[in-house]
Nanobody, 116 residues
Framework: QVQLVESGGGLVQPGGSLRLSCAASGSIFSIMGWYRQAPGKERELVARVASGGRIMYADSVKGRFTISRDSAKNTVFLQMNSLKPEDTAVYYC????????????WGQGTQVTVSS
């Protein structure tokens, strides 16, 4: 049974930093990453890292956010710097288990609010 435990959200001023963590258990994960959903908008990819190390970022966060993965602990981190009000959203941890097909799992979400 796959379980995801997220932590690290909160309120921060523009220009500040936050670090999100997601500890996963119950399987081997081919992809680990983060999505976000702002009010009235669709959920969008923020960043993801594959087991082979390939990383993908949304254009809106390139140069500001850094994703990393501790494979031994099945934990994925998202370091968010130079935060902007438009980064305000619920951030969801997302993992993929790849067998004969891909299975997607989602965390419960953590709120990130960027406001002065």
């Amino acid at each position: 049974q796959v379980q995801l435990v997220e932590s690290g959200g909160g309120l921060v001023q523009p220009g500040g930093s936050l670090r999100l963590s997601c500890a996963a258990s119950g399987s081997i994960f081919s992809i680990m990453g983060w999505y976000r959903q702002a009010p009235g908008k669709e959920r969008e990819l923020v960043a993801r890292v594959a087991s082979g190390g390939r990383i993908m970022y949304a254009d809106s966060v390139k140069g500001r956010f850094t994703i990393s993965r501790d494979s031994a602990k099945n934990t994925v981190f998202l370091q968010m710097n130079s935060l902007k009000p438009e980064d305000t959203a619920v951030y969801y941890c997302h993992v993929v288990v790849s067998t004969w097909r891909d299975y997607d799992y989602w965390g419960q979400g953590t709120q990130v609010t960027v406001s002065s």
